[in-house]
């Protein structure tokens, strides 16, 4: 409720000007401060300044994560769907984007996706996870989660002139991506870091810059390959993990 009523003026913002940052980023979509925000302000409320301080030093937990292997799908595993989502379309014969290389702007939009990871994750993963599956079991705190997920980014879509289908599609791919952050979070000890990874690495391959879909943005045809693809992952990991932990151990 908290993250919801913090997004009343960017959405309002986003409503009164219009304005688009990219085709696929509108102005509304600055929204992925307030999870942080909310986070913050009920962790000082619990915990005073020690509560504040604990949730904002998992940003770079990354000695949690014990088992280096992680990294691999933390940095590589949504990068991959998204090359598997463009070699599908390839074969179908469908319009592709047009591939830059530019090492200064990679460099600087991932930064820019680190940052917005960091202030998204701290509130999803860091604060609300949590609690969650100590009240369900990790897919059933993944699902919840990722309709929450989907409901946070509707306004912003719906600026972006998203169509019904669009939106349809891309929100089964953010319930089957909630579902990967949870399985990720578990088998890392918990680590906030490593979902921020993931986060940053996945919007680094699917919306830019390497990929340029044009003044469209990303269109219908790769959001269905992608949310199709993004829940095979999802169900086949619920299946081999089990969906009680979605890990083979829980951290302590």
Request: aromatic share 14%; net charge positive; with cysteine.
């Amino acid at each position: 409720v908290l993250v919801f009523a913090l997004s009343i003026p960017f959405w309002l913002i986003g409503a009164a000007t219009g304005l688009q940052l990219t085709a696929d980023l509108p102005v509304s979509s600055f929204v992925w401060v307030c999870p942080v925000v909310a986070a913050a302000i009920l962790a000082y409320r619990e915990g005073g300044t020690a509560g504040l301080t604990v949730l904002l030093r998992r940003s770079f937990d990354y000695a949690r994560i014990r088992e280096k292997r992680w990294y691999v799908p933390a940095v590589l595993l949504l990068p991959a769907v998204y090359a598997a989502t463009y070699g599908v379309m390839r074969a179908m014969g469908l319009p592709l984007p047009t591939l830059h290389v530019a090492v200064l702007a990679v460099v600087a939009w991932f930064l820019g996706y680190f940052v917005a990871g960091q202030c998204e994750e701290l509130g999803w993963s860091g604060y609300a996870l949590d609690p969650l599956q100590a009240q369900w079991t990790a897919l059933g705190a993944g699902l919840l989660l990722g309709a929450v997920w989907v409901a946070f980014h509707l306004v912003p879509l719906i600026q972006a002139h998203r169509s019904p289908t669009w939106i349809a599609w891309w929100a089964l791919a953010t319930v089957a991506l909630r579902v990967l952050y949870t399985w990720l979070y578990n088998n890392t000890g918990g680590s906030v870091f490593a979902t921020v990874l993931f986060h940053a690495t996945g919007n680094l391959a699917q919306i830019g810059p390497f990929v340029d879909f044009g003044p469209g943005g990303y269109p219908l045809e790769a959001q269905r390959i992608a949310a199709l693809l993004l829940a095979a992952v999802a169900i086949a990991i619920t299946v081999a993990w089990g969906p009680g932990t979605l890990a083979r151990y829980r951290f302590a």
